[in-house]
């Protein structure tokens, strides 16, 4: 059972617009989540983070909303830039394991 | 953050055969994981590799199948034993300090099973 969903497969901005990125989740006990990018043939690389007690966290051009109650959270990325071009995982933790989604692959055009 | 290496980061082995996975931290961390990405799947936990004791295997995964050793603070090793074309992944480590919630990702090893 999937209990962390990314249900846009993937993404299209232009560079120098918006890049929204969407995560859902099922399992209340969640407490920590984080966004990881993945080029192709790398391990994945940690983004941004969020606990649970907090519904935003900024670093730089990312930032990340937590909606608790609709347990969903997003991932904005401004300005989009041509390398920001990978695949973006969406992960929640519970007891320091780590459950992903299944990826949004974000193309950012020029 | 740490910087994790693997080794291999590739190889092709027929079925039947095992590989060993090495996994190597530049600084002592407290956690150390396996994961797997099958070809167009997400990340899914294997086990988490325990300092001195065996490895804690998640739902589906066994000893057997994925002997994991873990002898000090900063290098475990993870074995495919058994390979069959369904094996075919690639093979992540990951490690957590004991300073953040974290989790950072060493490059992966790339297993194709013939």
């Known amino acids: 059972d999937q209990q962390v969903k990314q249900n846009s497969p993937s993404l299209s901005v232009q560079e120098g617009r918006i890049s929204i990125l969407n995560c859902d989740y099922t399992?209340?006990?969640?407490?920590?989540f984080l966004w990881y990018k993945k080029y192709p043939a790398e391990g994945p690389t940690f983004l941004i983070s969020?606990?649970?007690?907090?519904d935003k966290n900024e670093d730089g051009r990312f930032t990340v909303f937590l909606n608790k109650s609709a347990k969903h959270l997003s991932l904005h990325i401004v300005p989009s830039q041509p390398g920001d071009s990978a695949v973006y995982f969406c992960?929640?933790?519970?007891?320091?394991?780590?459950?992903f989604g299944a990826g949004t692959t974000v193309t950012v055009r020029a | 953050s740490a910087v994790i290496s693997q080794k291999p980061s590739r190889d092709i082995c027929q079925r039947g055969t095992s590989l060993t996975i090495q996994c190597q931290v530049d600084?002592?961390?407290?956690?150390m994981f396996w994961y797997r990405q099958q070809p167009g799947q997400s990340l899914t936990l294997i086990a988490t590799?325990?300092?001195?004791?065996?490895?804690?295997?998640e739902s589906g995964f066994v000893i057997d199948k994925f002997p994991i050793s873990r002898p000090n603070l900063t290098f475990s090793t993870l074995t495919v034993s058994n390979m069959s074309p369904e094996d075919s992944s690639i093979y992540l480590c990951?490690?957590?300090?004991?300073?953040?919630?974290?989790?950072?990702f060493g490059p992966g090893t790339r297993l194709t099973v013939t």
């Open positions: 969020i606990s649970s007690i907090k």
């Open positions: 992960a929640a933790m519970n007891d320091y394991k780590l459950s």
């Open positions: 399992n209340s006990m969640f407490d920590y």
């Open positions: 600084s002592q961390v407290t956690m």
């Open positions: 990951s490690v957590r300090t004991s300073f953040s919630y974290e989790q950072y």
């Open positions: 590799a325990n300092q001195g004791s065996e490895a804690t295997y």
